[in-house]
């Protein structure tokens, strides 16, 4: 008889056949083996499509910010609080989404995330004030951030990982120029509004995608450990701004989460997960790499153009090529990752890790500058594929979603320290 579970199904024998699982005359029944339950697959494809649009419309306000505080009568330099806004919202509400998505299942995060891509989309093209257009940019950062924790929870090994951040990566580097293509021939509304497009996938994710949480998330929520750790992640996020005052905030803070994970172990950062040695080293060596893509996102097309004599358009030109081979090779390493071992990987993505700013730093020429930073974001990409399926692997089941907002967190602080780094060395 069949059991249906979620949309898996099973076959066991009916004990009320007496014919069915009877041995045969004069011999034994070869036992036969229990059919194995098979996971939900999600196709790649979609959960790209449902994570990738968060890093388009992240770097499409880059292009954009001059116009948008000509039209609202801003200074750029009030306008950047947009593109900050989100940084920070996103990178806040990732290891939140994580615990939703724990506790309340997928087919809770997808739909109410999705409303507020869709609601924020709509507050960015009606905006005519920044409160507004903040507000709206806001709540696509918060939609987004889960949907890209669920594609990413979803995802489960490193070659279906791979599509998501290459892809993310690639998307990324178009952002710039789809915001000012977008900002030329329709409106600045509309290159803010590209979070919409991960739209689309919601209905196929929800088709496919498991039905209940995860086993242990009715345990109370750890409130008070959730807001400490947002108030961590919100000052280092800081930093780049308000260097001294956030470098206190966060170390303050930090020692309260110190005291929160002691006392409540299996609270929202659980000790459990702490305690993985795999799991932070993983965390650790994406925050690493990220932070140098970040940095070299930011120095290369300065020294390039101040350094080198190159025009804006080659710049542009030179990096977003870089970037787009970069973010495309990263998928075949994460694909061709399954057949190496972990410190195969591990030696890899350090050993370019370490290349890349290091070539930058010491090369005469200016076109090893672009390889750089195509190199950066392969390593950043492709370790975000591997590291994050190591990470959510090395934690108990239950705590998987935990883990992937955790790392997820780590690699999304690399965006907030890159460019305080960056601003540093050329300062």
């Not at 076959?11 to 070869?30: L, Y």
């Not at 979609?46 to 292009?63: D, E, F, K, M, V």
């Not at 990178?91 to 989404?97: C, F, G, I, N, Q």
């Amino acid at each position: 008889m069949s059991h249906a579970v979620g949309n898996d199904t099973f076959t066991t024998p009916d004990s009320r056949d007496p014919g069915r699982g009877s041995p045969p005359p004069g011999g034994t029944a070869p036992a036969r083996p229990r059919a194995r339950r098979r996971p939900h697959k999600v196709p790649a494809l979609l959960l790209g499509l449902l994570a990738t649009p968060a890093a388009l419309s992240a770097n499409s306000a880059t292009t954009t910010l001059p116009d948008i505080g000509a039209d609202l009568g801003v200074p750029v330099s009030s306008a950047t609080w947009i593109a900050t806004a989100f940084g920070l919202l996103m990178a806040v509400s990732t290891p939140l989404m994580a615990a939703l998505l724990r506790r309340r299942g997928i087919r809770t995060v997808v739909p109410a995330c999705a409303v507020l891509v869709a609601a924020g989309s709509l507050l960015v093209i009606v905006a005519g004030t920044m409160p507004l257009l903040i507000l709206g940019r806001g709540a696509q950062a918060i939609g987004g951030s889960g949907l890209v924790t669920t594609a990413i929870t979803l995802a489960g090994t490193p070659r279906r990982m791979g599509v998501v951040t290459a892809g993310s990566g690639i998307l990324g580097a178009l952002g710039p120029l789809a915001g000012s293509l977008l900002t030329e021939h329709v409106s600045w509304h509309a290159a803010l509004s590209l979070s919409a497009l991960a739209l689309p996938a919601v209905p196929g994710v929800l088709r496919t995608a498991p039905t209940l949480p995860e086993k242990g998330s009715r345990a109370p929520f750890d409130a008070i450990g959730a807001v400490v750790l947002m108030a961590l992640v919100s000052a280092l996020v800081f930093i780049p701004r308000f260097p001294l005052p956030a470098l206190v905030c966060a170390a303050v803070i930090a020692a309260a989460l110190v005291v929160r994970v002691r006392t409540r172990p299996d609270g929202f950062v659980p000790v459990a997960v702490l305690r993985t040695p795999v799991f932070l080293t993983a965390s650790a060596v994406v925050c690493a790499l990220s932070t140098s893509y970040f940095s070299l996102l930011y120095l290369v097309p300065r020294v390039l153009k101040d350094n080198e004599g190159w025009d804006a358009g080659l710049v542009g030109t030179g990096t977003l090529v870089a970037l787009l081979i970069g973010s495309a090779a990263s998928w075949l390493l994460a694909a061709f990752s399954t057949r190496m071992s972990r410190a195969a990987v591990l030696a890899l993505l350090l050993a370019l890790g370490v290349l890349a700013p290091v070539m930058a730093a010491v090369t005469p020429w200016a076109a090893l500058l672009l390889v750089a930073s195509g190199v950066s974001v392969f390593v950043s990409s492709s370790g975000q594929a591997t590291l994050s399926v190591y990470a959510a692997n090395s934690v108990p089941d239950s705590q998987r979603p935990t883990a992937i907002g955790l790392f997820s967190l780590c690699f999304q602080l690399g965006g907030a320290f890159g460019p305080a780094l960056a601003a540093l060395l050329v300062s």
